[in-house]
């Protein structure tokens, strides 16, 4: 999840100065496809695609708005209204609200506990996965948001678009219009694209948010239940524009890892972090030769890993797509014969040698294309070759896979001799023939 801090009682980011930059923001029409919505609490589907649901309701497209939790927490220090009556008061003005922009839309309540979605993510992705049953317009909350539940949607719902490989996923922005700066944007940066609302679409959009009473007026006079969203927020949501990330996830991006080298040489903690030489460590462990011929590691980092894979292998060929990540690995390796570090990104770009060994260590997750990804290990692993593959477990939301998925995809075709399986992390081996050490090394004939 991101890092970002902010508190919805504070001015924020003033409306006017967005005007600019969003006049150069590129529309885009709404494709002809059925409407699925995920918003993280009542309210969400309105502010961030209240317009959307609306235009797509007009064309006649089947609506359907999923709503992960109750939104029960949205005034914790309240001493007028209990979470349940909170939870009941905003079902029946997300009802309202859906009603006033989609009337026969679907609405369906998942009731998963608000603030703690995070712990749920692979639940919503499941839950995603299952209604697309068809291809569709996959909506939900932009994955860098701010908000620990609404980054947990975004990335759930990126997840069944990827896995089931019939939907088609826009992201709004709901928090970041609040906390991000115009001028050095990391919204824009994304480079998202708007859908005008036109009269009707803004008049529906204002009376939906006009549902939405406990939200944008105080539940009493008494402390704690003063408005969540204030009058400087909800000029972001009269616009008559509404702004969707539609572009793949972050890491895919060119610049991503450079910028994550650019505010520090090692932005993961790979050699200071108990947990991460640990975790090589049983990487190491888990080879089941001694000694290999030719190895090929991706997403080698600043070299930790290629180092140690050095000392048991006549060769290594090490990529990397950041620039910096080239020179650290470059330095580090410097001393280290039969050791070739290349700025490279994968699966674009694949080396057409084939290798006795592929180590694939938190890489395979940022892959957006995953059965490409799987074809070319497949390619280039040699006959008798081993594939290592190891992948942090939690959601993040620039993996636009699950550590499950990735191995799933690169052990097709493999028979796995050995998996490491921790809450934390995945670690697979697989080879073609599925030789046992004991044997393959003499203790058995």
Same mark, same amino acid.
């Given at each position: ?22 006049? =150069?923001?590129?529309?885009?029409? +709404? ?40 939104? #029960? ?8 209204? &209990? ?8 079902? *029946? ?6 009603? =006033?922009?989609?009337?026969?839309? $679907? ?10 979605? /995070?712990? !749920? ?22 994955? &860098? ?12 719902? $990126? ?12 992201? @709004? ?17 994304? *480079?998202? =694209? ?33 408005? /969540? ?44 972090? !108990? @947990? #991460?030489? &640990?975790? $090589? ?14 190895? !090929? ?10 180092? #140690? ?5 006549? *060769? ?15 330095? &580090? ?6 050791? %070739? ?10 080396? =057409? *040698? %084939?290798?006795?060994?592929? +180590?694939?260590?938190? +890489?395979?997750? @940022? ?9 070319? +290990? ?37 028979? $796995? ?7 934390? !992390? ?10 046992? /050490? ?8």
């Amino acid at each position: 999840m991101t890092a970002v801090r902010f508190d919805h009682m504070d001015q924020g980011t003033a409306e006017h100065r967005w005007a600019a930059p969003l006049a =150069a923001v590129p529309r885009t029409p +709404v494709p002809a496809l059925p409407l699925l919505v995920l918003a993280a609490h009542p309210d969400d589907e309105t502010l961030g695609a209240g317009g959307l649901i609306h235009a797509a309701a007009a064309a006649g497209r089947d609506v359907h708005v999923v709503v992960a939790t109750d939104g #029960e927490a949205s005034h914790p220090s309240s001493r007028t209204a &209990r979470p349940a009556e909170l939870a009941r008061i905003r079902r *029946s003005e997300v009802a309202a609200a859906v009603g =006033a922009l989609a009337p026969g839309a $679907r609405l369906t309540f998942l009731g998963l506990p608000d603030g703690r979605l /995070v712990g !749920f993510a692979d639940q919503l992705a499941e839950t995603m996965a299952s209604l697309l049953d068809r291809p569709a317009l996959v909506v939900a909350p932009w994955e &860098r948001d701010g908000h620990p539940d609404h980054e947990a949607c975004g990335v759930a719902a $990126r997840r069944a678009v990827t896995a089931g490989s019939t939907g088609t996923l826009w992201q @709004y922005p709901i928090w970041a219009w609040h906390w991000d700066d115009p001028e050095h944007s990391q919204l824009l940066a994304a *480079s998202p =694209a708007g859908m005008e609302l036109g009269a009707a679409g803004r008049a529906a959009k204002r009376a939906a948010l006009g549902c939405h009473v406990s939200q944008h007026r105080p539940l009493s006079p008494q402390p704690g239940d003063e408005a /969540v969203l204030q009058p400087g927020m909800l000029a972001h949501f009269d616009r008559d524009l509404e702004v969707f990330v539609t572009d793949q996830p972050a890491a895919a991006r060119p610049d991503y890892f450079d910028a994550l080298y650019a505010e520090r040489d090692d932005p993961w903690g790979l050699a200071d972090r !108990f @947990y #991460e030489t &640990r975790k $090589r460590s049983l990487l190491l462990a888990a080879l089941p030769r001694a000694r290999f011929g030719s190895a !090929f590691e991706p997403g080698c980092a600043s070299g930790l890993l290629t180092a #140690e894979l050095a000392q048991r292998c006549s *060769s290594v060929l090490a990529w990397d797509g950041a620039a910096r990540a080239v020179e650290l690995a470059r330095a &580090r390796l410097a001393d280290q014969r039969g050791v %070739r570090v290349e700025q490279r990104r994968i699966p674009a770009d694949w080396p =057409a *040698s %084939r290798f006795d060994l592929i +180590v694939l260590s938190e +890489v395979g997750y @940022y892959c957006t294309d995953l059965a490409l990804l799987a074809g070319r +290990v497949a390619a280039g692993l040699a006959e008798d070759g081993v594939l290592v593959s190891c992948h942090w477990r939690h959601a993040a939301p620039d993996h636009p896979h699950t550590a499950e998925q990735v191995h799933a995809a690169v052990g097709t075709g493999l028979r $796995r001799i050995a998996t490491h399986r921790e809450d934390d !992390f995945l670690l697979d081996v697989w080879t073609r023939g599925g030789e046992s /050490v004991a044997r393959s090394t003499g203790v058995l004939p």
